[in-house]
């Protein structure tokens, strides 16, 4: 079964936020909020100055401290690619997600839910990429089986440095950035 993640080329993202707009597009993602958004992080004095541009999400975490608080099951770890979802339906906006997640990738819904980036599971069965995947000008992005030794993503983690956000939190998230 596939262990679905993303790696992020932060060399080649320009910050163009086409990755926004598909996915609020894609989504129907109510005015006012954002499944993903972009990170600046700027390192170093002048004049060795480094900024890092990252598109970030849910990550998808391998430890997802959102499913084991909820209380109802309606957040949960699907067994399709093992990607992190909410059931609206069995959501009762209590928050505890919201919470719990060290990367604020959650928002209640108005209608009431917890609502996060899916990897627009709807599209990879599909066989097509994400949304934000798909339009990205640069392919700064790559989607993938993280437990396939051949795939893009595998590959690239193996031949690249790379880091994740946060790993003194445990959450062992499956977003990675290139650097
Ligand atoms: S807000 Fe919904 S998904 Fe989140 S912990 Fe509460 S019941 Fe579970």
Redesign the pocket.
């Known amino acids: 079964m596939a262990r679905y993640g993303m790696v992020i080329d932060t060399r080649r993202c320009v910050g163009c936020m086409d990755c926004l707009v598909a996915c609020k597009t894609e989504n129907d993602v109510p005015e006012g909020f954002n499944r993903d958004w972009i990170a600046y992080e700027t390192r170093g004095a002048f004049p060795t100055v480094h900024q890092e541009i990252r598109s970030e999400r849910c990550n998808h975490c391998d430890t997802p401290p ?1 499913v084991t ?4 099951g ?2 949960h770890v699907e067994p399709f690619g093992r990607v992190v979802l ?1 059931t609206a339906n ?9 919470a719990s997640c060290p990367y604020d990738a ?1 928002f ?1 819904h108005p209608d009431g ?2 609502d996060k980036c899916t990897f627009c599971l709807h599209r990879v069965k599909d066989g097509l990429d994400p949304a934000c995947v798909a339009v990205c000008p640069t392919r700064c992005m790559h989607f993938g089986d993280l437990d396939d030794p051949l795939s893009e993503v595998s590959r690239l983690l193996s031949s690249r440095s790379h880091h994740a956000r946060l790993p003194a939190a445990g959450t062992r998230p499956r977003i990675f950035y290139l650097t």
């Open positions: 959102c608080c909820c209380p109802t309606a957040s909410v069995e959501c009762i906006g209590c928050k505890a997600c919201l959650r209640v839910y917890a």
